[in-house]
């Protein structure tokens, strides 16, 4: 009796799933929902795509970039849009990435909603202006053993306009075990005068997916997309002087940003503190010096905590914090602008606050 | 095991080259469930439970934050360094939470016991009592921990 229903139940359950595949092929196969328009902030932008594709790619498809980490496999919880006129439930791939304030506002994954119908969305509209660039790998530089340039030549468009200081999400390709498409916020090292090409500076994060990528599997010649330009993170535009921190690849938006003030003749008077733990950690040291000789007031002070014993490093020794004060004249007319790791920003933040600064710059790493 | 969709997309999320490069298992073969329970038994059988783990290990980060990247010493015996990491990563457990990058190594000078662990690492123990399959690059072994951190 028992081994007759187990059997009747393993049927049942084989004609089920043998269903739900007809009905995805078919899906797949013979589903047409023809044309479908996006609306997107009441009108602003308003376009037709062929129904079918994630919502994600058909507003890629028409030059708008939503924010994605994962290459739209519902594993980063990046891609969210506000729907302004509802499609149909919640997917159980989409629920967990929302909380209750978005599950009622009709925020969804805009890599999970399938384009069927006309859709209704709300996006920011600093989106508008981001782009998806596709270049090649001109030249890889190993500034020191876990620090590597990535130069890339912009194939389409031609030209990238950006502030010197703004950074864009690089996109790997699948490799060994990765087998989707992730997407990381790096810093732009070359000027904007530049317009033809960009440079990364890259640190290797042990285990990291896309640093991982960059170091053992980007090679000169390879194509490479990225979006952009994102963030906030630029010069002021004032006379104040000004102090700059960083550490490892937060080298890469200064060194966009000293190129900049070179090529404007800038007068206002810099410092720019470079905490490194020992010499190996150094590097561009040179490209500052030359901006020592060629801005009006800019002075480049590397700071080493962990100086080796048998070095002849006659800079100045220890952590940059602490030492802040040495440099800072009227800390009413002195603006900071950090970039490095979190755990050196917060206490260089914390130091020029002390000290009187209020005019604390840095990129937000949520 | 009957498993739900959410479980089993979570399952697939831990596996390598979905949410880290490694992914969370290891060679370990056994469903995440599996491995959160025997290592909350062993938890029990040391008179420490996941949330005692997770608020030492919470309290030491913190404190080693304040350090800005390089070592220092917490507790007069507790050497610690937290390489702190731009960016944020997703948890594999699908509840729509970002943690921090980076690593985290402490010595207990007293005992010489180094154990190693990350932001994403405290917040699975706390929330899950996932300490990682046997074999991941991250795995943070209870015995091992409670030696050190206790
Ligand atoms: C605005 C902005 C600008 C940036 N600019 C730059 C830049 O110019 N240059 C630069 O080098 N970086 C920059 N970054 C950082 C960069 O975006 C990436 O976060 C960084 O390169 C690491 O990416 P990844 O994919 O290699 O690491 P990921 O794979 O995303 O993360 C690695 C981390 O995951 C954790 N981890 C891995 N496996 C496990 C496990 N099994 N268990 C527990 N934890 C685990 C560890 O904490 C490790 O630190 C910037 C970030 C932001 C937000
Ligand atoms: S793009 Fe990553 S979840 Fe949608």
Redesign the pocket.
């Given at each position: 009796m028992i081994i007759l229903i187990i059997n009747n139940v393993v049927i049942l359950a084989g004609i089920g799933g043998f269903l739900a595949m007809l009905l995805v092929i078919a899906d797949y196969f013979l589903a047409n929902y023809g044309d479908c328009n996006i609306d997107i902030n009441q009108g602003k932008k308003k376009f037709t795509v062929k129904g079918g594709s994630s919502l994600l790619s058909s507003l890629a498809e028409k030059m708008v970039f939503i924010p994605s980490a994962c290459g739209g496999k519902g594993t980063c919880g990046l891609c969210k849009v506000k729907l302004l006129k509802e499609i149909g439930p919640v997917l159980p791939t989409e629920k967990p990435y929302l909380d209750k304030d978005e599950l009622k506002n009709g925020v969804r994954l805009s890599c999970q909603i399938k384009v069927k119908q006309d859709i209704f969305i709300h996006i920011p509209e600093a989106l508008f202006s981001i782009k998806k660039f596709r270049g090649k790998v001109e030249r890889i530089i190993d500034y020191t053993y876990d620090i590597k340039g990535v130069y890339i030549k912009l194939d389409e468009p031609k030209n990238i306009e950006f502030k010197a200081g703004q950074?864009v999400q690089l996109e790997s390709k699948k490799y060994g075990k990765v087998k989707q498409v992730?997407s990381?916020?790096?810093?732009m090292?070359s000027p904007p005068f530049e317009e033809d090409k960009i440079e990364?500076?890259?640190?290797l994060?042990?285990?990291?997916?896309?640093?991982?990528y960059v170091h053992k599997q980007l090679h000169q010649g390879d194509d490479i997309s990225f979006t952009g330009p994102y963030?906030e993170f630029f010069i002021r535009d004032s006379k104040a002087d000004m102090i700059f921190v960083a550490g490892g690849?937060g080298m890469?938006?200064f060194k966009s940003i000293l190129a900049d003030l070179e090529k404007q003749q800038s007068k206002r008077r810099i410092v720019y503190l470079f905490g490194a733990r020992t010499e190996k950690d150094l590097f561009l040291v040179d490209e500052m010096r030359h901006f020592e000789d060629t801005l009006a007031d800019f002075t480049f002070i590397p700071v080493l905590s962990q100086a080796d014993e048998d070095s002849d490093w006659k800079g100045k020794k220890g952590y940059i914090p602490p030492i802040l004060k040495d440099y800072v004249k009227d800390p009413d007319n002195t603006e900071g602008y950090l970039c490095g790791s979190p755990g050196l920003l917060a206490v260089t933040e914390k130091e020029m606050h002390k000290l009187g600064i209020k005019n604390v710059y840095y990129?937000s790493?949520g | 095991m009957k498993q739900t969709p959410k479980e089993e997309m979570i399952q697939e999320r831990l596996k390598p080259g979905v949410v880290?490069?490694?992914?969370?298992l290891g060679q370990d073969k056994r469903h995440y469930h599996e491995i959160i329970s025997e290592d909350l038994d062993r938890l029990k059988s040391l008179g420490k439970s996941h949330g005692d783990i997770a608020e030492r290990i919470q309290y030491f980060t913190d404190q080693a934050f304040e350090f800005a990247d390089e070592a220092g010493i917490v507790d007069d015996h507790y050497e610690i360094q937290y390489q702190t990491?731009?960016?944020k990563?997703i948890s594999p457990f699908m509840d729509n939470v970002f943690v921090p990058?980076?690593?985290v190594r402490l010595t207990n000078l007293k005992n010489g016991v180094t154990v190693e662990w990350?932001?994403?690492?405290i917040y699975m123990i706390k929330q899950y009592g996932f300490f990682?399959g046997k074999g991941?690059?991250?795995r943070v072994e209870p015995d091992k921990l409670i030696k050190a951190i206790f």
């Amino acid at each position: 009796m028992i081994i007759l229903i187990i059997n009747n139940v393993v049927i049942l359950a084989g004609i089920g799933g043998f269903l739900a595949m007809l009905l995805v092929i078919a899906d797949y196969f013979l589903a047409n929902y023809g044309d479908c328009n996006i609306d997107i902030n009441q009108g602003k932008k308003k376009f037709t795509v062929k129904g079918g594709s994630s919502l994600l790619s058909s507003l890629a498809e028409k030059m708008v970039f939503i924010p994605s980490a994962c290459g739209g496999k519902g594993t980063c919880g990046l891609c969210k849009v506000k729907l302004l006129k509802e499609i149909g439930p919640v997917l159980p791939t989409e629920k967990p990435y929302l909380d209750k304030d978005e599950l009622k506002n009709g925020v969804r994954l805009s890599c999970q909603i399938k384009v069927k119908q006309d859709i209704f969305i709300h996006i920011p509209e600093a989106l508008f202006s981001i782009k998806k660039f596709r270049g090649k790998v001109e030249r890889i530089i190993d500034y020191t053993y876990d620090i590597k340039g990535v130069y890339i030549k912009l194939d389409e468009p031609k030209n990238i306009e950006f502030k010197a200081g703004q950074y864009v999400q690089l996109e790997s390709k699948k490799y060994g075990k990765v087998k989707q498409v992730v997407s990381r916020a790096y810093s732009m090292s070359s000027p904007p005068f530049e317009e033809d090409k960009i440079e990364l500076i890259i640190r290797l994060v042990p285990d990291g997916i896309m640093t991982n990528y960059v170091h053992k599997q980007l090679h000169q010649g390879d194509d490479i997309s990225f979006t952009g330009p994102y963030g906030e993170f630029f010069i002021r535009d004032s006379k104040a002087d000004m102090i700059f921190v960083a550490g490892g690849s937060g080298m890469a938006p200064f060194k966009s940003i000293l190129a900049d003030l070179e090529k404007q003749q800038s007068k206002r008077r810099i410092v720019y503190l470079f905490g490194a733990r020992t010499e190996k950690d150094l590097f561009l040291v040179d490209e500052m010096r030359h901006f020592e000789d060629t801005l009006a007031d800019f002075t480049f002070i590397p700071v080493l905590s962990q100086a080796d014993e048998d070095s002849d490093w006659k800079g100045k020794k220890g952590y940059i914090p602490p030492i802040l004060k040495d440099y800072v004249k009227d800390p009413d007319n002195t603006e900071g602008y950090l970039c490095g790791s979190p755990g050196l920003l917060a206490v260089t933040e914390k130091e020029m606050h002390k000290l009187g600064i209020k005019n604390v710059y840095y990129d937000s790493f949520g | 095991m009957k498993q739900t969709p959410k479980e089993e997309m979570i399952q697939e999320r831990l596996k390598p080259g979905v949410v880290t490069l490694e992914g969370f298992l290891g060679q370990d073969k056994r469903h995440y469930h599996e491995i959160i329970s025997e290592d909350l038994d062993r938890l029990k059988s040391l008179g420490k439970s996941h949330g005692d783990i997770a608020e030492r290990i919470q309290y030491f980060t913190d404190q080693a934050f304040e350090f800005a990247d390089e070592a220092g010493i917490v507790d007069d015996h507790y050497e610690i360094q937290y390489q702190t990491e731009r960016g944020k990563l997703i948890s594999p457990f699908m509840d729509n939470v970002f943690v921090p990058k980076g690593f985290v190594r402490l010595t207990n000078l007293k005992n010489g016991v180094t154990v190693e662990w990350t932001p994403l690492n405290i917040y699975m123990i706390k929330q899950y009592g996932f300490f990682e399959g046997k074999g991941s690059t991250h795995r943070v072994e209870p015995d091992k921990l409670i030696k050190a951190i206790f």
